[in-house]
């Protein structure tokens, strides 16, 4: 899984970094950029997975787009795979090499194997439920951050508010493929989201609890990679996370 996502962008997502045509990026919504290396990435990388497992049900985010009863195929599904073919397409846009693409496993309700391909920085991140996670082939475990790391959140409404006596949240990588590496180096002391699209962040969910972090919803439910979500706390560990959830309880963070 990983070569093919080594081998789908050096294909069609390295040739357009820094070198898209206007006419190559459109918006899906106002604000949500997509672009001609997210259609052709997604549409090669489901092919074959259509091939490898035709009985399994693809997610794709830009299929989704098309046709939004994906999703609730999804839910339904036993087996089933998310792609993300460009995350960070806006950070892609604009010539960062903040990007990533994304495949996750969902089997029986539970997210089995994660992938994140880094192409810009030839960063891999791989997981498999129960066996750990692995960054380029090494062993990964979670760092906690110093107490001076701020959080991040890839809400800009809540940029500039604050945790209370937990500290200030700042601005996320805004690219979860990018967010969730940086958690677990160390670089976040953790990731408040307000949405949670299943090919956003089930293979960094995956790769951060295999490396010993906590996800979880606002509520302090679990995050199930099927089920809705109001709202995702990443933390590096269970205080941490717990934490988290008490300070968006507090009145000022209700919405």
Same mark, same amino acid.
């Given at each position: 899984?990983?070569?093919?996502?080594?081998?789908?962008?050096?294909?069609?997502?390295?040739?357009?970094?820094?070198?898209?045509?206007?006419?190559?990026?459109?918006?899906?919504?106002?604000?949500?950029?997509?672009?001609?290396?997210?259609?052709? $990435?997604?549409v090669l990388i489901t092919a074959a997975l259509r091939a490898a497992y035709?009985?399994?049900?693809?997610?794709?985010?830009?299929?989704?787009?098309?046709?939004?009863?994906?999703l609730d195929r999804f839910a339904a599904a036993d087996h089933a795979f998310?792609?993300?073919?460009?995350?960070?397409?806006?950070?892609?846009?604009?010539?960062?090499?903040?990007?990533?693409?994304?495949?996750?496993?969902?089997?029986?309700?539970?997210?089995?194997?994660?992938?994140?391909? !880094?192409? !810009?920085?030839?960063?891999?991140?791989?997981?498999?439920?129960?066996?750990?996670?692995?960054?380029?082939?090494?062993?990964?475990?979670?760092?906690?951050?110093?107490?001076?790391?701020?959080?991040?959140?890839?809400?800009?409404?809540?940029?500039? $508010?604050?945790?209370?006596?937990?500290?200030?949240?700042?601005?996320?990588?805004?690219?979860?493929?990018?967010?969730?590496?940086?958690?677990?180096?160390?670089d976040a002391r953790a990731l408040v989201y307000s949405r949670g699209m299943?090919?956003?962040?089930?293979?960094?969910?995956?790769?951060?609890?295999?490396?010993?972090?906590?996800?979880?919803?606002?509520?302090?439910?679990?995050?199930?990679? !099927?089920?809705?979500?109001?709202?995702?706390?990443?933390?590096?560990?269970?205080?941490?996370?717990?934490?988290?959830?008490?300070?968006?309880?507090?009145?000022?963070? !209700?919405?």
């Amino acid at each position: 899984m990983l070569t093919l996502l080594q081998d789908v962008a050096a294909e069609v997502i390295n040739p357009r970094f820094r070198a898209l045509a206007e006419e190559q990026v459109t918006e899906k919504n106002p604000g949500d950029l997509v672009t001609v290396a997210d259609h052709e $990435s997604e549409v090669l990388i489901t092919a074959a997975l259509r091939a490898a497992y035709p009985d399994a049900l693809v997610l794709g985010e830009e299929a989704m787009s098309a046709d939004a009863s994906l999703l609730d195929r999804f839910a339904a599904a036993d087996h089933a795979f998310t792609v993300d073919p460009v995350d960070g397409t806006k950070n892609f846009v604009h010539g960062s090499p903040d990007h990533a693409v994304m495949v996750a496993e969902v089997r029986g309700g539970e997210t089995t194997r994660g992938w994140i391909w !880094q192409p !810009q920085h030839a960063t891999s991140y791989v997981a498999e439920r129960g066996a750990g996670a692995w960054r380029n082939g090494e062993r990964l475990r979670v760092t906690a951050a110093a107490p001076a790391v701020p959080f991040r959140t890839a809400r800009r409404a809540w940029v500039g $508010s604050d945790l209370g006596s937990l500290g200030a949240l700042e601005l996320t990588w805004a690219c979860c493929g990018v967010d969730y590496p940086h958690l677990i180096a160390g670089d976040a002391r953790a990731l408040v989201y307000s949405r949670g699209m299943p090919w956003d962040h089930l293979p960094g969910a995956l790769i951060l609890t295999e490396a010993g972090g906590v996800i979880g919803q606002h509520d302090g439910t679990p995050y199930l990679p !099927q089920a809705p979500v109001d709202g995702l706390v990443a933390a590096p560990d269970r205080a941490t996370y717990d934490a988290v959830l008490a300070a968006l309880a507090a009145p000022a963070w !209700q919405r």
